[in-house]
């Protein structure tokens, strides 16, 4: 039998095209029960023994995929009415769905019933879509359930759809929602009850409500203790709340709103060291709109899409003046949440502290320094654009979940309502029930969100699964991947199908090929970090009869490997980084490429795409040649095995004096770039000493750059940039390029306050003018004052992203740090897929192969840099993130006095960064006691170095309710009576602890100390 069906499509450019879908009815489609004696038993899946068969509908397969994907929920019947409709509107849900179905031990049977002409549907007249699905599946269940001997393994539809559980019942079905299936037929499995989202639970207690607290529409039995309880009239939510949110506005009403320019649309940022405030950017307003409070937030969380309505501009407000967490320094944010927090707990009859989320969100913590990053402040400290909330246009809610631990408190036994809180403080606490709640307390677990509603103070979420014990470093790792979206699955069978075999070795065919120059004769070495094993560079320069140089930069050549359109190559791409932590790399490609046969290993022939200049002994550029060649290369050096070659004067080798040559041409190279207006900005690096027996850092420490790090550095903007004119020459329509835009000057607003606090001048006029300023901030009786200035001026810096070249004007195409015209990523192509792409289209611009059809596609270029800088940003966060826990664990067990410096001067304290560890934090000028009140923390009256002059010696400061003032214009802080004082810069000494909190919580925490308490040995060098 023969059916079309037609329905008009929007496409991605807004297109609206018909659709016709021809459909051909048959008979031999089966069941897949090995029960149905008419199934063909090729397509046996589902068990003969099983307690039942569930048929799922779409809310089920979109919103309860947790509980799903559990080892126990197996049997299930999903049709194609279900596949088609999630796939149509969740993509992510549908993969997830299509990897249950894959998975032989889940027994997920494909029905498709749109295909059999016993269960096809058709609309009738006037039937919504909806209303067809649901039919649909019913009469897949009735198909099914005549088939199956309901005896022996009953069929249920399984549907939190009110309205479908009744129409079922009414035509002889079992159908039940999820809550009520796993607390009736699941008592097996009770954590089952854990996963299932909570606005399914809300759903069935609404729908016992309304059937005056029965359950029998749902199949369960009302004797069952469990069902009882939820549905009972005395029992889960309160029947009115009040509200605590405003309703978000429709989204008609939004964008009409955006287009009159009343709202404003933009991406929700919260802050990292104060969750009560978030900024919004948009295009309409010159400036970012603060948001202060969870109330202007209005149920928004950090990277929701939301629209904003600008407040009077009599109660605009600047970002908070003091630290968050002493005494009474953080609860004014927030604080009209807190109290209706508690008020609308009491009306839930739920057993918060009315100080919940100030407690424990508003405690500040102690960061790694990130670029782009200001602790505690946005990039103003006055008055600005102030607004709310209005709507959200786009949730960025996780699917993969939130990463945290519960809320210490203690719970009665059974089903409880608990507190989560996320690691990431950006993000509100959620509320989940469990009957683990004692279980979980000192585990770290996935909670994913479900909803909030505006009578909530806290989003409503499930349990997904536990990680580990909280503390423990294998779990708090694994917390960091989650976090930063990481994949560390494993590589299928089919890409390491991609992968040559080992032991692999150059063959006579590559050494034959005319494209592939043989270059095994030059003096190449690589130049690396310790313990580096996927080498993707190597370095040589000659001498010429003419005098001049010949310098070579080779790069492995993955792509002669790496094919477009393979599964390596499709999973190259979607991982798009290697990943580096302290002790663990994710690899982008399997190790046998990356370890092996790509690494440029010393002694070992590889083949490269190598770029050869000929250069005068000025370093001036003569000619460029791109070249697929054969290397082997003589050595493989860390970076202190080669500036120790350079630095021996007793050293006279063929590759010491390369290196020593190259050296040479570096620095010219070097001060050349710095002439035109590159920046030599600083970041903080740290290094650490590894115990080979208990993994754990024995000694933690600044990296040491070297000259040979610059060297290394030179070598590989010398060919990005080379390259990225070579391609953009031929390709001026889809190369992909890397571009770092010119700040705007509102993004300067710190480092310039700071500077005139100082008394010194920063000029952001242009990157020239600005690298001139950053040389002449110097002060002598601080040697490491230069760098806190370059590594404070690099946080004022946008992030520099990948593009296509067809996306913007040339114009725009400018490197504002490295000052080029026009840059890419070339060398790194094992541990970046941008490179790969770069490397193609080389290879094209040379004549060697064609560019692959899918380079030349503008949509799918964007989409591709998309996702490189998406996950570029999240492999450095999870570098960072593993140096904080790594620097957690090295002070577990030790205190150490160490050298700061004052980075920002709040109300109640200061912020303080530690260079030799890298991170940055709070120190109170306040001290706390156990009821969380202020006193003068005894250390701030005497940590200055010579800076309180005045203090009279042998005076102890006042332990009472000691005030200061904040000089925001000054960026100073001082006690009223002029015993304390601290201005931006100063120096100053921290005593670093861990705390030990209930169930294994552990938190870094900075004490300010006299400086006299600091060892000579800890103090700062340049």
Same mark, same amino acid.
């Given at each position: 039998?023969?059916?079309?069906?037609?329905?008009?499509?929007?496409?991605?450019?807004?297109?609206?095209?018909?659709?016709?879908?021809?459909?051909?009815?048959?008979?031999?489609?089966?069941?897949?029960?090995?029960?149905?004696?008419?199934?063909?038993?090729?397509?046996?899946?589902?068990?003969?023994?099983?307690?039942?068969?569930?048929?799922?509908?779409?809310?089920?397969?979109?919103?309860?995929?947790?509980?799903?994907?559990?080892?126990?929920?197996?049997?299930?019947?999903?049709?194609?009415?279900?596949?088609?409709?999630?796939?149509?509107?969740?993509?992510?849900?549908?993969?997830?769905?299509?990897?249950?179905?894959?998975?032989?031990?889940?027994?997920?049977?494909?029905?498709?019933?749109?295909?059999?002409?016993?269960?096809?549907?058709?609309?009738?007249?006037?039937?919504?879509?909806?209303?067809?699905?649901?039919?649909?599946?019913?009469?897949?269940?009735?198909?099914?359930?005549?088939?199956?001997?309901?005896?022996?393994?009953?069929?249920?539809?399984?549907?939190?759809?009110?309205?479908?559980?009744?129409?079922?019942?009414?035509?002889?079905?079992?159908?039940?929602?999820?809550?009520?299936?796993?607390?009736?037929?699941?008592?097996?499995?009770?954590?089952?009850?854990?996963?299932?989202?909570?606005?399914?639970?809300?759903?069935?207690?609404?729908?016992?409500?309304?059937?005056?607290?029965?359950?029998?529409?749902?199949?369960?039995?009302?004797?069952?203790?469990?069902?009882?309880?939820?549905?009972?009239?005395?029992?889960?939510?309160?029947?009115?709340?009040?509200?605590?949110?405003?309703?978000?506005?429709?989204?008609?009403?939004?964008?009409?709103?955006?287009?009159?320019?009343?709202?404003?649309?933009?991406?929700?940022?919260?802050?990292?060291?104060?969750?009560?405030?978030?900024?919004?950017?948009?295009?309409?307003?010159?400036?970012?709109?603060?948001?202060?409070?969870?109330?202007?937030?209005?149920?928004?969380?950090?990277?929701?899409?939301?629209?904003?309505?600008?407040?009077?501009?009599?109660?605009?407000?600047?970002?908070?003046?003091?630290?968050?967490?002493?005494?009474?320094?953080?609860?004014?944010?927030?604080?009209?949440?807190?109290?209706?927090?508690?008020?609308?707990?009491?009306?839930?009859?739920?057993?918060?502290?009315?100080?919940?989320?100030?407690?424990?969100?508003?405690?500040?913590?102690?960061?790694?320094?990130?670029?782009?990053?200001?602790?505690?402040?946005?990039?103003?400290?006055?008055?600005?654009?102030?607004?709310?909330?209005?709507?959200?246009?786009?949730?960025?809610?996780?699917?993969?979940?939130?990463?945290?631990?519960?809320?210490?408190?203690?719970?009665?036994?059974?089903?409880?309502?608990?507190?989560?809180?996320?690691?990431?403080?950006?993000?509100?606490?959620?509320?989940?029930?469990?009957?683990?709640?004692?279980?979980?307390?000192?585990?770290?677990?996935?909670?994913?969100?479900?909803?909030?509603?505006?009578?909530?103070?806290?989003?409503?979420?499930?349990?997904?699964?536990?990680?580990?014990?909280?503390?423990?470093?294998?779990?708090?790792?694994?917390?960091?991947?989650?976090?930063?979206?990481?994949?560390?699955?494993?590589?299928?069978?089919?890409?390491?199908?991609?992968?040559?075999?080992?032991?692999?070795?150059?063959?006579?065919?590559?050494?034959?090929?005319?494209?592939?120059?043989?270059?095994?004769?030059?003096?190449?070495?690589?130049?690396?970090?310790?313990?580096?094993?996927?080498?993707?560079?190597?370095?040589?320069?000659?001498?010429?009869?003419?005098?001049?140089?010949?310098?070579?930069?080779?790069?492995?050549?993955?792509?002669?490997?790496?094919?477009?359109?393979?599964?390596?190559?499709?999973?190259?791409?979607?991982?798009?980084?290697?990943?580096?932590?302290?002790?663990?790399?994710?690899?982008?490609?399997?190790?046998?490429?990356?370890?092996?046969?790509?690494?440029?290993?010393?002694?070992?022939?590889?083949?490269?795409?190598?770029?050869?200049?000929?250069?005068?002994?000025?370093?001036?550029?003569?000619?460029?040649?791109?070249?697929?060649?054969?290397?082997?290369?003589?050595?493989? $050096?860390?970076? &202190?095995? %080669?500036?120790?070659?350079?630095? +021996?004067?007793?050293? #006279?080798?063929? =590759?010491?004096? /390369? *290196?020593?040559?190259?050296?040479?041409?570096?620095?010219?190279?070097?001060?050349?770039?710095?002439?035109?207006?590159?920046?030599?900005?600083?970041?903080?690096?740290?290094?650490?000493?590894?115990?080979?027996?208990?993994?754990?850092?024995?000694?933690?420490?600044?990296?040491?750059?070297?000259?040979?790090?610059?060297?290394?550095?030179?070598?590989?903007?010398?060919?990005?940039?080379?390259?990225?004119?070579?391609?953009?020459?031929?390709?001026?329509?889809?190369?992909?390029?890397?571009?770092?835009?010119?700040?705007?000057?509102?993004?300067?607003?710190?480092? $310039?306050?700071? &500077?005139? %606090?100082?008394?010194?001048?920063? +000029?952001?006029?242009? #990157?020239?003018? =600005?690298?001139? /300023? *950053?040389?002449?901030?110097?002060?002598?009786?601080?040697?490491?004052?230069?760098?806190?200035?370059?590594?404070?001026?690099?946080?004022?810096?946008?992030?520099?992203?990948?593009?296509?070249?067809?996306?913007?004007?040339?114009?725009?195409?400018?490197?504002?740090?490295?000052?080029?015209?026009?840059?890419?990523?070339?060398?790194?192509?094992?541990?970046?897929?941008?490179?790969?792409?770069?490397?193609?289209?080389?290879?094209?611009?040379?004549?060697?192969?064609?560019?692959?059809?899918?380079?030349?596609?503008?949509?799918?270029?964007?989409?591709?840099?998309?996702?490189?800088?998406?996950?570029?940003?999240?492999?450095?966060?999870?570098?960072?993130? #593993?140096?904080? =826990?790594?620097?957690?664990?090295?002070?577990?067990?030790?205190?150490?006095?160490?050298?700061?410096?004052?980075?920002?001067?709040?109300?109640?304290?200061?912020?303080?960064?530690?260079?030799?560890?890298?991170?940055?934090?709070?120190?109170?000028?306040?001290?706390?006691?156990?009821?969380?009140?202020?006193?003068?923390?005894?250390?701030?009256?005497?940590?200055?170095?010579?800076?309180?002059?005045?203090?009279?010696?042998?005076?102890?400061?006042?332990?009472?309710?000691?005030?200061?003032?904040?000089?925001?214009?000054?960026?100073?802080?001082?006690?009223?009576?002029?015993?304390?004082?601290?201005?931006?810069?100063?120096?100053?000494?921290?005593?670093?602890?861990?705390?030990?909190?209930?169930?294994?919580?552990?938190?870094?925490?900075?004490?300010?100390?006299?400086?006299?308490?600091?060892?000579?040995?800890?103090?700062?060098?340049?």
């Amino acid at each position: 039998m023969h059916l079309n069906n037609s329905y008009l499509k929007k496409t991605k450019k807004g297109k609206v095209v018909k659709v016709v879908k021809e459909r051909y009815l048959r008979d031999d489609i089966w069941s897949g029960s090995p029960l149905d004696p008419e199934c063909d038993p090729a397509s046996h899946k589902l068990s003969a023994t099983a307690a039942h068969y569930l048929l799922i509908d779409t809310n089920v397969a979109l919103h309860q995929l947790d509980f799903l994907e559990h080892a126990a929920v197996t049997d299930v019947v999903v049709c194609t009415t279900v596949l088609e409709e999630v796939q149509h509107k969740n993509m992510s849900a549908y993969q997830r769905l299509r990897s249950a179905c894959a998975a032989p031990a889940k027994r997920f049977f494909v029905f498709a019933n749109e295909h059999h002409r016993d269960t096809h549907v058709t609309a009738a007249e006037g039937e919504s879509p909806n209303d067809r699905n649901d039919r649909a599946l019913r009469v897949a269940t009735k198909w099914y359930s005549e088939r199956i001997p309901q005896d022996k393994v009953p069929v249920i539809l399984l549907t939190n759809d009110v309205a479908n559980r009744s129409a079922a019942l009414a035509d002889g079905l079992r159908a039940m929602g999820v809550m009520t299936y796993c607390r009736a037929l699941r008592k097996d499995n009770p954590e089952l009850q854990d996963l299932v989202a909570a606005a399914a639970e809300d759903e069935e207690q609404d729908a016992a409500a309304a059937a005056g607290c029965s359950h029998g529409a749902d199949g369960a039995s009302a004797a069952d203790d469990d069902v009882a309880a939820v549905g009972s009239c005395g029992g889960g939510r309160a029947a009115k709340r009040k509200k605590l949110y405003g309703e978000h506005l429709p989204l008609a009403e939004l964008m009409a709103g955006i287009k009159s320019g009343r709202f404003h649309q933009g991406t929700l940022r919260v802050s990292r060291f104060n969750p009560f405030e978030g900024w919004v950017g948009s295009e309409s307003v010159d400036t970012d709109i603060l948001l202060s409070g969870r109330v202007d937030m209005n149920r928004a969380i950090d990277g929701d899409v939301v629209a904003v309505e600008l407040l009077p501009e009599g109660q605009w407000r600047g970002p908070s003046a003091k630290l968050p967490g002493a005494g009474d320094g953080g609860k004014k944010a927030g604080k009209a949440v807190a109290e209706r927090d508690a008020e609308a707990e009491a009306e839930a009859e739920v057993e918060v502290d009315t100080d919940d989320e100030q407690g424990l969100d508003e405690v500040a913590e102690i960061f790694q320094v990130a670029p782009g990053e200001h602790f505690n402040d946005s990039a103003g400290t006055g008055k600005q654009p102030t607004g709310r909330v209005v709507g959200i246009i786009k949730r960025n809610w996780r699917t993969r979940g939130y990463c945290g631990s519960l809320k210490p408190q203690r719970v009665r036994g059974g089903a409880a309502n608990v507190l989560f809180v996320p690691v990431e403080r950006r993000y509100p606490m959620i509320r989940i029930q469990t009957r683990q709640a004692d279980t979980l307390m000192d585990k770290r677990i996935v909670v994913v969100i479900d909803g909030w509603d505006a009578d909530s103070a806290y989003p409503r979420g499930h349990y997904v699964r536990t990680l580990g014990v909280i503390g423990d470093k294998d779990t708090e790792t694994e917390v960091i991947l989650i976090e930063n979206d990481i994949n560390t699955n494993p590589f299928t069978p089919a890409v390491h199908d991609c992968v040559p075999p080992l032991p692999w070795s150059v063959s006579p065919a590559d050494l034959a090929d005319p494209n592939r120059a043989d270059l095994r004769h030059l003096v190449v070495a690589s130049v690396d970090p310790p313990g580096c094993k996927d080498i993707d560079d190597a370095l040589h320069v000659r001498q010429l009869p003419n005098g001049n140089y010949e310098l070579g930069v080779h790069i492995a050549d993955v792509t002669h490997f790496l094919k477009p359109g393979t599964a390596m190559d499709i999973e190259a791409a979607q991982r798009a980084t290697t990943v580096y932590l302290v002790q663990r790399r994710i690899d982008m490609l399997p190790k046998p490429l990356t370890e092996d046969i790509c690494s440029l290993r010393c002694n070992v022939d590889r083949l490269t795409f190598s770029v050869l200049w000929e250069v005068d002994p000025e370093a001036n550029i003569l000619n460029t040649t791109f070249t697929k060649a054969v290397i082997c290369s003589r050595a493989s $050096l860390t970076y &202190a095995e %080669a500036q120790s070659r350079i630095d +021996d004067p007793a050293m #006279s080798d063929e =590759l010491t004096v /390369s *290196l020593r040559t190259m050296n040479k041409l570096a620095k010219i190279l070097r001060a050349r770039r710095a002439a035109a207006g590159a920046l030599q900005l600083a970041s903080p690096e740290v290094k650490f000493t590894i115990d080979s027996e208990t993994q754990d850092p024995l000694e933690v420490g600044m990296y040491q750059l070297r000259e040979t790090n610059q060297m290394v550095e030179e070598m590989m903007l010398l060919a990005n940039v080379a390259v990225a004119e070579k391609i953009l020459r031929h390709f001026t329509a889809c190369s992909l390029l890397r571009r770092h835009q010119t700040p705007p000057p509102r993004q300067f607003e710190p480092i $310039l306050k700071a &500077a005139a %606090a100082a008394g010194f001048t920063i +000029d952001v006029s242009s #990157s020239i003018a =600005l690298a001139a /300023s *950053l040389d002449l901030a110097v002060r002598q009786e601080d040697p490491y004052f230069n760098k806190l200035v370059r590594i404070m001026t690099t946080r004022c810096m946008t992030q520099a992203k990948y593009f296509g070249s067809g996306e913007c004007p040339p114009s725009e195409y400018h490197h504002y740090g490295l000052a080029s015209p026009v840059y890419t990523h070339f060398t790194s192509p094992i541990r970046r897929y941008a490179d790969v792409v770069v490397h193609r289209l080389l290879g094209a611009a040379i004549g060697l192969e064609p560019l692959p059809p899918s380079a030349r596609d503008k949509e799918a270029l964007h989409d591709c840099s998309d996702n490189l800088n998406k996950r570029h940003h999240n492999a450095q966060l999870a570098g960072r993130a #593993s140096v904080e =826990l790594h620097t957690l664990i090295f002070f577990k067990n030790r205190t150490v006095v160490a050298d700061a410096r004052v980075t920002k001067v709040k109300a109640n304290g200061l912020v303080v960064f530690v260079p030799k560890y890298g991170i940055e934090g709070p120190v109170y000028l306040t001290a706390r006691d156990k009821n969380n009140n202020a006193s003068t923390s005894a250390a701030a009256a005497a940590a200055t170095d010579g800076i309180l002059a005045d203090r009279a010696a042998g005076r102890n400061p006042s332990r009472g309710s000691q005030q200061f003032l904040l000089d925001e214009e000054a960026q100073t802080v001082r006690s009223a009576d002029g015993s304390v004082h601290f201005a931006l810069f100063d120096k100053c000494a921290v005593r670093i602890s861990v705390e030990e909190g209930v169930a294994h919580r552990r938190t870094l925490v900075l004490t300010l100390v006299d400086r006299s308490e600091l060892p000579e040995s800890e103090r700062m060098a340049p």
